[in-house]
């Protein structure tokens, strides 16, 4: 008859095993994992270790951003937040004085005028119906196409010969 036996080998401890031992279940009951919890916890507190608000509450602008964050959390201003300004413009001189921590979306280049979608997506202006002068431009609905403007039906003619 064999039975199981560990040995240490340096810092590694090997657990020789018999098949009858390897057979049984194991009788060890893991506890219930915790649910992960978001920015709002139960009690509709902050998490402020939550890996959603991507270490924004820790760093230089770390108290700026949870009193911003927490005034707009907690307001009931309508629209919300709307009594919060004086915090988000502090958190935001704050960030503009650290532009290589908190501007990692563009890698810490401030390009603010720069809109990247918009050189991405040109712009199709042989679709734009000119206004006549005595319609306004913001009538809500769609001005009518001008004279001189061909139609598409006599352009896919004027194609096809």
Aim: charge should be negative; glycine fraction near 6%; charged fraction near 25%.
């Amino acid at each position: 008859m064999s039975f199981s036996f560990c040995k240490q080998f340096g810092k590694d401890k090997v657990i020789f095993v018999t098949k009858e031992d390897h057979a049984t279940p194991s009788t060890i009951e893991l506890p219930a994992p915790e649910p992960a919890e978001g920015v709002i916890t139960k009690d509709g507190n902050i998490n402020w270790s939550c890996p959603c608000l991507g270490g924004m509450a820790t760093g230089p602008c770390g108290v700026d951003f949870r009193e911003a964050f927490s005034c707009f959390q907690y307001s009931k201003a309508e629209p919300k937040g709307s009594d919060c300004f004086e915090a988000f413009t502090k958190m935001r001189d704050c960030f503009q004085l650290y532009p290589t921590v908190y501007n990692k979306a563009n890698g810490g280049v401030d390009d603010d005028d720069d809109d990247p979608l918009a050189e991405a997506l040109p712009v199709d202006t042989s679709t734009e119906v000119p206004v006549k002068e005595d319609q306004p431009a913001d009538s809500g609905a769609p001005a009518p196409p001008a004279e001189d403007v061909p139609s598409q039906t006599s352009s896919a003619v004027e194609k096809a010969q």
